[in-house]
């Protein structure tokens, strides 16, 4: 799944490059499975052009876990990239074993600050 976020209405405060995001999200899995979560933050620019290096979020595997079913918390930061006037938002699964998908993603998030 994904989202874009408009976020032209910063546009003055990214292009100043005082500007830092912080991207984070709850991933985990189930027991002793490896079903993974893989969280994307993409920065594109006025024509919709990826303009940086993606960061990513996870995956959280089963040895992350103690083999226990549970979230745990990822996050990173950094400067938003000069030009981003939309963000790209994706959550990638991975089924390794079982008939169901157990990976699991709870509140991601971006957050703008100005430094």
Known sequence: ?????????????????????????W?????????????????????????STQIKLGPVLAINRNYVTKLLFRYQSGLVP???????????????SGSYCDAYVDNISVIFQYI
Request: net charge negative; proline share 0%.
């Open 82 to 96: 000069w030009n981003t006037r939309y963000l790209i938002i994706s959550v990638m699964t991975t089924r390794y």
């Open 27 to 51: 991933i985990g899995g189930y027991g002793s499975q490896d079903d993974s979560a893989t969280i994307l933050l993409r920065f594109l620019n006025n024509n919709y052009q990826i303009i």
């Open 1 to 25: 799944m994904s989202q874009m976020i408009n976020v032209t209405m910063y546009a003055d405060i990214i292009d100043s490059n005082h500007t830092e995001y912080n991207f984070s999200a």
